[in-house]
């Protein structure tokens, strides 16, 4: 089923979030496509928030892995720096994944192959400097 979502704003993309984790299960995995600046951290925000989660989200491009509790946990992920399966696996991803965590993956490009068939893909688009476009394919 695809749909697209046109955000105008950061507040906005975290309300589409807060929609979409009312669909999230131990299991489920969020993979966000798209450039730097796009919303990803946002959306995650809007998850985080839905399922009840009072942490402070934000980029885990540093540290790769952000691991916010819950229950089931939301585990969010930054994959831009990971070129190939040695890197995956460092981050812990295939863990959480057979853990029943939530995941949610930014710059999913970067580990397609490694995504389970089921996950729920999103793809950003920027229209204009305020603008995004996130399809559900």
Same mark, same amino acid.
């Given at each position: 089923m695809a749909e697209t979502f046109c955000s105008h704003s950061p507040s906005q993309t975290e309300a589409y979030g807060r929609q979409l984790a009312a669909e999230l299960h131990g299991g489920s995995v969020v993979a966000m496509f798209g450039g730097m600046g796009m919303g990803k951290t946002a959306l995650v925000r809007g998850i985080a928030e839905g399922l009840g989660l009072s942490a402070e989200v934000s980029s +885990?491009?540093?540290a790769l892995v952000h691991d916010y509790g819950g229950c089931p946990p939301l585990v969010h992920?930054?994959?831009y720096?990971?070129?190939g399966w040695e890197d995956l696996y460092s981050?812990?991803?295939l863990d959480y994944l057979d853990a029943g965590a939530i995941l949610a993956v930014e710059w999913s490009e970067h580990i397609e192959n490694a995504? +389970? +068939?089921d996950a729920i893909r999103l793809y950003?688009?920027?229209v204009d400097e305020n603008t995004r476009l996130i399809?559900?394919?």
């Open positions: +885990p491009t540093f992920f930054d994959m720096r990971v070129n981050t812990g991803f995504l +389970p +068939p950003f688009t920027r399809e559900r394919g």
